[in-house]
């Protein structure tokens, strides 16, 4: 409730979370909202600046460029979704046993975790979406392996602290057994963290998957996803700067607005930085 | 103490070596289908394939394939490239340097810009260079630095003519020319290590500028500039080093796409370039050496700061 009451104080956080629901909604009715078929070609019409019919201009093969952007966000969207979906299924367990039971599954985890982290996660995934195929269900099961490490790592470190609360004790003294200690007493406190997670999760989600869109991983032409455009508009930088400031500032507002908004539940959560502002690491 | 750290550190780093060398090992039977008529393009006769797997060891059980991987890997030989022939090593020892300094003038660009800032952000909470700080740091996690790289060749180099468009020089046959080309690259590649830089010394800093030391200072009557640039940013360098070697070892990451859109001839663009020829003896090799200088990066950072800092506890 205080943590409601603290984002209702802060104006641009929930000026987020709108903007969040606005681009699920555009991601769920996209194509009654586009103005345009985001696949269909016009070689006449091709690298238009922004005009009356196509508000955002055209690209190489005269599609226009707002339908594929309000199309992209599907992409994006179950990108996001899936890769914290995966967090959550995969990661949520993983941290919770490591931190309530600690010892060998502590350690084991955090040895697989920190070997996932000695690897840059975009090369990781680069690698992962190399080998196993160009597709969004591996971009998807890369993302999988990238953000289940950290997703178990956060949830962990708050299970630890949790699990040494004096409530714990008292329900493991009465009796409880671990696992409804465990998913009674300590997951439902470890909820704060879990969904700044979340938020940041479906952020990464999104830029990782338009940078391997954007090497040529991932989707494929002629589907319209952000970072797929991005590629294409490269080659015509000179020519048409529209076709690359578009999808681009697409991408940066849907990671920004995610980041300020998992950014500002975290401060919720956090006594410390409530009282300072933004920062943190 | 600080021996048996080191030891307990250095026994944990061989685990994870141990680990990263069979997830690398590993990458290449991801590959759906057979690897080697994969690699072949289908070209070759079924003789033809049954010979190379041969060769590669491909018809020996898993655990053997990997011995004799890890065993050459040691000593240096980690295969050819599918392609050219030419050791995938001698590939990356001759493409690594780029990288690295392309690595090094972005965590430069990200210091310069991050430390000062963080200060002054923390000092005037609320004031006008606080808020740009906190633009800074939000747009820094945001913006997807290949988009920005874009946007920075389209204003500075097509528009502007200020630098040179893409392209690359050795610093050994012209430096001033290096820069020149290596200037957009790093700044596009530095914005993600800016601002978690940035958010670090603020979000240290204050915790600092709270404590009783402090507190002395000014009343001792110490000028601000005193206290903040003497009393404070000793105690907050230690995080600020941290943050920034973790940091560092993530740019060897990011110089991935950053190398791809500048042209750059470093250890990313040779990654990029053999994953769509289907070279997977370089794309093995080069996860795993990045890996190991992440590693490397990591433990340097990790015995410095406890070399430093004597809170650490062993």
Do not use: C
Not at chain 2, 70 to 79: C, K, M, Q, S, Y
Not at chain 2, 251 to 276: D, K, N, T
Request: glycine content about 8%; cysteine-free; aromatic content about 8%.
């Amino acid at each position: 409730m205080r943590t409601l009451r603290f984002l209702g104080g802060r104006p641009l956080a929930v000026a987020g979370l709108v903007f969040i629901v606005t681009l699920g909604l555009v991601a769920l009715l996209a194509p009654a909202l586009a103005p345009h078929d985001p696949l269909e070609m016009n070689v006449a019409q091709r690298l238009r600046p922004p005009t009356a019919t196509n508000w955002l201009g055209t690209d190489e093969f005269g599609r226009d460029i707002l339908s594929r952007i309000l199309y992209g966000a599907r992409i994006s969207f179950s990108v996001g979704f899936v890769s914290a979906a995966i967090g959550l299924l995969l990661g949520v367990p993983m941290g919770l046993l490591a931190g309530y039971y600690r010892g060998a599954v502590d350690r084991l985890f955090m040895a697989l975790t920190d070997i996932l982290f000695a690897f840059p996660a975009i090369l990781l995934s680069v690698a992962l979406v190399a080998m196993m195929g160009s597709t969004l269900e591996n971009v998807m099961i890369a993302l999988g392996v990238i953000v289940t490490p950290t997703f178990a790592r956060v949830v962990r470190a708050a299970v630890l602290v949790i699990s040494s609360t004096t409530y714990v004790e008292a329900a493991v003294a009465m009796g409880v057994r671990h696992g409804g200690v465990m998913l009674r007493h300590v997951l439902p406190n470890a909820m704060g963290p879990i969904l700044v997670q979340v938020f940041l999760t479906f952020s990464y989600g999104v830029l990782v998957e338009a940078s391997l869109s954007f090497l040529g991983l991932g989707n494929q032409p002629p589907t319209p996803s952000w970072g797929l455009m991005l590629n294409s508009a490269y080659g015509y930088m000179e020519r048409a700067p529209w076709f690359s400031i578009f999808p681009g500032a697409a991408i940066a507002a849907t990671v920004v607005t995610f980041n300020f908004v998992g950014d500002g539940l975290r401060d919720a959560f956090d006594p410390v930085l409530r009282r300072s502002g933004w920062g943190g690491a | 103490m600080l021996a048996r750290y080191i030891l307990a550190k250095l026994q944990w780093l061989t685990l994870i070596l141990v680990g990263i060398s069979i997830l690398v090992f590993l990458l290449i039977r991801l590959v759906p289908g057979d690897v080697i008529s994969i690699m072949l393009y289908q070209q070759a006769s079924a003789e033809k394939i049954q010979e190379i797997r041969g060769l590669f060891g491909l018809d020996q059980p898993l655990h053997v394939q990997y011995l004799r991987w890890v065993t050459r890997a040691l000593r240096g030989d980690l295969g050819r490239s599918i392609v050219t022939g030419r050791p995938v090593l001698a590939d990356i020892v001759e493409r690594f340097p780029v990288t690295l300094e392309l690595s090094f003038l972005a965590a430069l660009i990200a210091l310069v810009l991050a430390i000062p800032f963080g200060i002054i952000s923390a000092a005037r909470p609320g004031s006008v260079a606080d808020g740009i700080g906190n633009v800074i740091s939000v747009l820094g996690l945001g913006l997807p630095n290949f988009w920005l790289a874009t946007i920075l060749v389209l204003a500075f180099s097509v528009k502007l003519a200020l630098v040179p468009p893409i392209g690359y020089v050795s610093p050994l046959d012209n430096p001033v020319q290096n820069l020149r080309l290596m200037l957009l690259p790093a700044l596009s590649l530095s914005t993600y290590m800016t601002a978690t830089v940035m958010r670090m010394t603020r979000s240290a800093f204050i915790e600092i500028l709270g404590q009783d030391f402090v507190r002395a200072a000014r009343a001792k009557g110490l000028s601000e500039s005193v206290v903040l640039l003497k009393h404070a940013l000793r105690n907050a360098l230690i995080a600020i080093l941290t943050m920034s070697g973790i940091e560092v070892a993530k740019l060897l990451g990011g110089s991935l796409i950053i190398e791809q859109i500048f042209a750059l001839p470093g250890m990313g663009r040779y990654a990029v370039e053999a994953i769509f020829a289907r070279d997977y003896p370089i794309v093995q090799g080069t996860v795993l050496v990045v890996a190991l200088t992440f590693v490397l990066i990591n433990l340097t950072v990790d015995l410095l700061y406890a070399a430093v800092d004597p809170r650490v506890r062993y």
